[in-house]
Nanobody, 116 residues
Framework: QAQLRESGGGSAHAGGSLRLSCAASGRTLVGYRMGWCRQAPGKEREFVARLSWSGGTPYYADSVKGRFSISRDNAQNMVYLQMNSLKPEDTAVYYC?????????WGKGSMVTVTS
């Protein structure tokens, strides 16, 4: 069983930056895709970004493309989300996730608030 824990959330002004980190523990996540989703108040959870175990081409939601960047450090069991040019509509709880062959793990989330 793996545990994922997000950190680095908080508040930023529009146009600012934040970096989210996700630490995995409990088991190795070799071969797992890792990524980020978010859930804004009153809305459904939505995909933000994901990256395969080997790295390669990251995938982003259109709403964050060009502003957010996902990366991972497999040796440290970490995944990151660099968020630049933040907008008020980026305000949400951000969740780290890992999945492979139908097995999913989720963190408890980290709140990001962007003020105009």
């Amino acid at each position: 069983q793996a545990q994922l824990r997000e950190s680095g959330g908080g508040s930023a002004h529009a146009g600012g930056s934040l970096r989210l980190s996700c630490a995995a523990s409990g088991r190795t996540l070799v071969g797992y895709r890792m990524g980020w989703c978010r859930q804004a108040p009153g809305k459904e959870r939505e995909f933000v970004a994901r990256l395969s175990w080997s790295g390669g081409t990251p995938y982003y939601a259109d709403s964050v493309k060009g502003r957010f960047s996902i990366s991972r450090d497999n040796a440290q069991n970490m995944v990151y989300l660099q968020m630049n040019s933040l907008k008020p509509e980026d305000t949400a709880v951000y969740y780290c996730a890992a999945d492979s062959a139908g097995v999913e793990y989720w963190g408890k989330g980290s709140m990001v608030t962007v003020t105009s």
